[in-house]
């Protein structure tokens, strides 16, 4: 079932940063910086917790073993139907639930991932394969619901014990039924995308993007959108591919730039590359009310 998120909760949980956290549990004095992002982000309190907790918000550390991230990975995708991480994504534009949307980077990313134990690469503890850490120890989903409830998709990391965590949350959601202002908002993004001019980057996209009528996301909530859209194949270019039929390791792949920190592939995409009419039919070929083309 989905459950109502209350305003208050996604409030205070937009607010959790495990960092806050550990800096507040820190037995020395703090740091002038440590003082100054603890002044500005603020810490959760015990009590904040608990009510996050009870929300279904939060969530204790726990230690992961990559190899039972991935079994995970593999299992959860197995349980997840196409329809369902899409018709939620649909959904998610007019209601304004972002964690609706969250489903689709994370179950793009399993149409490729190797089921396969942890392989030792040159760097220590991560895996030549994914990059996941052999033994994750404190995994702090919460952060990672910050990620999902307030900004819709994977944000940095995108290791198998992410992409468990987002599945198996994705999996108590109830399906939505898509209403015809969903329909609209997408296509206009749709559209617009397509629209662009040949040299318009990522970095560019929101200011389009924002004068959809009911379109609403701030540049950060818009950029993993687009970054959702890149992993699924939609936004590629000829050389980078998206995870629908390539996997690429999370923690290897090349950048556009060094100082350009988009995820890939659609760090390397440009209004010249269009939609990718594949990808969209395999997503969303089954609603007529999507445009392909
Ligand atoms: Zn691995």
């Known amino acids: 079932m989905n459950r109502p998120v209350e305003q208050k909760a996604l409030k205070l949980l937009s607010k959790y940063s495990s960092l806050s956290q550990a800096i507040a549990r820190s037995e020395h004095p703090?740091?002038?910086y440590e003082q100054r992002w603890i002044d500005v982000r603020g810490v959760t309190s015990d009590e904040q917790f608990a009510?996050?907790?009870?929300?279904?918000?939060?969530f204790d550390p726990v230690d992961l073993h990559h190899d039972e991230a991935v079994k995970r990975c593999v299992a959860y995708a197995?349980?997840?139907?196409?329809?369902?991480?899409?018709d939620l994504f649909l959904s998610s534009f007019a209601s304004g639930r972002l964690d609706y949307r969250s489903g689709l980077a994370p179950f793009a990313m399993m149409q490729t991932m190797p089921d396969h134990r942890f392989t030792p690469s040159s760097a220590p503890h991560a895996c030549a394969i994914c990059s996941g850490w052999?033994?994750?120890k404190e995994v702090d989903a919460t952060d990672w619901n910050v990620d999902r409830h307030c900004a819709g998709s994977l944000g940095l990391l995108k290791t198998p014990e992410v992409i468990q965590f987002y599945l198996a949350q994705h999996l108590q959601l109830a399906r939505q039924a898509s209403r015809a202002e969903d329909f609209r908002i997408v296509n206009a993004v749709f559209d617009t995308l397509r629209s662009l001019d040949a040299g318009i980057k990522p970095t560019?996209?929101?200011?389009?993007?924002?004068?959809?009528?009911?379109?609403k996301a701030t540049v950060?909530?818009?950029?993993?959108?687009?970054?959702?859209?890149?992993?699924?194949?939609?936004?590629?270019?000829?050389?980078?591919?998206?995870?629908?039929t390539h996997y690429t390791n999370p923690g290897l792949?090349?950048?556009?730039?060094?100082k350009s920190d988009w995820a890939y592939p659609v760090d390397f995409w440009t209004g010249a590359d269009g939609l990718n009419q594949k990808a969209l039919a395999f997503w969303f070929g089954d609603y007529p009310e999507i445009r392909l083309a």
């Open 253 to 258: 792949a090349p950048s556009k730039s060094h």
């Open 204 to 215: 560019d996209v929101h200011r389009f993007l924002r004068n959809i009528a009911g379109f």
């Open 30 to 32: 703090l740091q002038p």
């Open 220 to 244: 950060y909530q818009c950029r993993l959108l687009l970054e959702m859209l890149g992993i699924a194949g939609i936004l590629e270019t000829g050389n980078q591919k998206g995870y629908l």
């Open 134 to 136: 052999e033994i994750c």
């Open 78 to 86: 197995q349980q997840c139907q196409k329809s369902h991480v899409t």
């Open 51 to 58: 009510y996050l907790k009870q929300q279904g918000l939060a």
